[in-house]
C-alpha cells in the first residue's frame, strides 16, 4: 500500500490517509477483503503519530471504507457498498469536470462533447478493429 | 489551556512562571507548560528562541531563578537521580565521551540505569549497525547520533527528550530517530518531547506543540486545535478597496482591488459570516501548514 504524506499542504495527516486510502479502493488499488497494515507498522512506515493513523482508520470505518474483525486487524470492507460507489462517482466527477473544462477552453459547447462521448463510446466497445 | 487544569495530576511536566536570564540576555520569560502523560510534545521555534534553555531546566541543568519546574511532580534540581532515571535524553550537542568505544560506552551508561535493559540495548546497536568495537570519534556524524539515541532508549524511559534530534543529520538516521518516536509513543503511557525547527518532523509526530519565541510561550494547544483556529480565505468584493475592510482575527491581509487574502484566526463559521456580512464572496478557502502558521505568529509578535 503507497501512501505519501505531505506535512507542508496544509491537509491535515489523518485526512491524506483517508484520502487516499479511498482513492485506493476505488481505483481498485485495494480489494475488498484486503488487510491493511497495523497502526503502529503504519506509523512507523510513514512516520507519523500512531494516534493520527488511529482516527484515519476511524473515520475510514465510520464512511464504511474498511471494517474492523474481531481478530483485531482491519480489513477493506465490500467494495459493493453504496459508499464504495460514491467514492468511485466522485473520482469520475472530477476527471469529467477536467474534460469539460478543457472542451469549453477549445470553444466546444456541450452538446458536441456528449456527442464525442458516445461516438467513442462505440469505438471502445468493438476492440478488434482499428480506430 | 482549557484542560490543564484537569490534566495537572497527570501531567509529566508542570512548569510555572519560569524566568531566566543570562547576564542581561532575557532566555525565558514567564513561561508556563503543562505537559501531560502520553504522546508527543513538540516544541517549535527559532535558533536561540530558548528551546535549549527550556529543555535544559527540565533535565535539571538549570535552576529556575523565577517560577518553578515539577518533572513527575519532582523537582529536578533537588532530586536528579529520582527524575533522571526516568528520562531518556539526547541533546542537540549529542556530546559523549568520544575517547570511548561504543560497548564502553553503553557499560557506562548502564551503571546510571537501573532500568537499562541489556538486551534491548543489543537489539538496537543491530538495528543501527553499530560496530562495538569502534571509538565515537571515529564514527560518522550519524553513526555517532544513533549511539546517543541508543543510550536514551536503552532504559525504556517513561519520558524521552530530544533537543533537536534531527538537526545536521542525513534524511537515513533522521528516519531512524523519528521511527523511534513513533514506536516509543505506541507503548502505552509513554511520552516524547521533542524541539525543533523542521516544523514538518512536528507536524507529523506532534499531539501538543508549544510556539516559543524570543523566551515566551506565544501559542500551546492541541496541535488539531490550532491548525483548525487559524484560516486563509480570499474574498471577492462587489466593490474595489484601496484598504480591504478589517475582519475580527484577522492577522494579516493582502491583494488589490476586488480581491484581498486574510490569513485570520478564529472559528471558521464566524469568518464565513463576517465575509457574507461585508456581502463578498469567498473565492478561494486554503489550509495553512504549522509553517504558515508559525511565520505569521512570529512576524505578528
Request: charged content about 25%; aromatic content about 6%; proline content about 4%.
Amino acid at each position: 500500500m503507497q501512501i505519501h504524506i505531505h506535512a507542508q499542504d496544509g491537509v491535515p495527516i489523518y485526512l491524506q490517509v483517508v484520502q487516499q486510502i479511498k482513492y485506493l479502493v476505488a481505483s481498485g488499488r485495494l480489494q475488498a477483503g484486503e488487510e491493511l497494515p497495523s497502526i503502529r507498522v503504519l506509523a512507523e512506515q510513514l512516520l507519523v503519530n500512531p494516534n493520527t493513523i488511529a482516527r484515519a482508520y476511524r473515520e475510514l470505518e465510520a464512511a464504511g471504507v474498511v471494517e474492523k474483525r474481531r481478530t483485531a486487524g482491519t480489513f477493506i470492507a465490500d467494495s459493493g457498498s453504496p459508499l464504495a460507489r460514491k467514492e468511485r462517482l466522485k473520482l469520475l466527477n472530477d476527471r469529467v469536470d477536467q474534460l469539460l473544462v478543457e472542451a469549453t477552453q477549445m470553444g466546444f459547447e456541450l452538446d458536441d462533447v456528449l456527442k464525442l462521448i458516445q461516438q467513442r463510446g462505440l469505438v471502445l466497445r468493438q476492440p478488434k478493429r482499428e480506430e | 489551556m482549557s484542560d490543564s487544569t484537569q490534566m495537572s495530576s497527570a501531567s509529566v511536566i508542570e512548569i510555572q512562571r519560569l524566568s531566566r536570564s543570562f547576564g542581561d540576555k532575557r532566555a525565558l520569560h514567564e513561561v508556563s507548560l503543562s505537559i501531560p502523560r502520553g504522546g508527543v510534545f513538540g516544541l517549535i521555534g527559532g535558533n536561540g528562541a530558548g528551546k535549549t534553555t527550556l529543555i535544559k531546566h527540565i533535565m535539571g541543568m538549570h535552576y529556575a531563578q523565577s517560577g518553578s519546574v515539577r518533572v513527575f511532580g519532582i523537582d529536578p534540581v533537588a532530586h536528579p537521580v529520582e527524575v533522571l532515571g526516568r528520562i531518556g535524553y539526547m541533546s542537540e550537542e549529542r556530546d559523549v565521551p568520544n575517547w570511548m568505544r561504543v560497548k564502553e560506552i553503553m557499560n557506562y551508561t548502564q551503571t546510571f540505569y537501573p532500568a537499562w535493559d541489556t538486551k534491548y540495548a543489543e537489539e538496537l546497536r543491530e538495528m543501527f549497525d553499530l560496530d562495538p568495537k569502534q571509538r565515537i570519534r571515529n564514527l560518522s556524524r550519524g553513526q555517532a547520533a544513533r549511539v546517543c539515541l541508543l543510550l536514551a532508549l536503552a532504559h525504556r524511559p517513561e519520558l524521552l527528550v530530544l533537543d533537536e534530534p534531527s538537526s545536521g543529520l542525513d534524511p537515513v538516521v533522521r528516519r531512524d530517530i523519528l521511527a523511534a518516536i513513533v514506536r516509543t509513543i505506541a507503548d502505552e503511557g509513554r511520552t516524547v518531547i521533542f524541539s525543533s525547527h523542521l516544523l514538518d518532523e512536528v507536524e507529523r509526530l506532534a499531539d501538543r506543540i508549544a510556539m516559543i519565541h524570543d523566551g515566551k510561550i506565544i501559542l500551546h494547544d492541541r496541535l488539531d486545535t490550532i491548525k483548525e483556529s487559524f484560516h486563509r480565505f480570499t474574498l471577492r468584493f462587489e466593490q474595489p478597496f484601496n484598504e480591504a475592510p478589517l475582519i475580527l482575527g484577522t492577522i494579516e491581509r493582502q491583494g488589490a482591488g476586488h480581491e484581498w487574502t486574510y490569513f485570520c484566526r478564529g472559528d471558521r463559521d464566524q469568518l464565513i459570516q463576517a465575509a457574507r456580512t461585508l456581502r463578498a464572496e469567498i473565492v478561494q478557502e486554503s489550509l495553512l501548514s504549522l509553517d504558515d502558521i508559525f511565520v505569521s505568529n512570529v512576524t505578528r509578535s
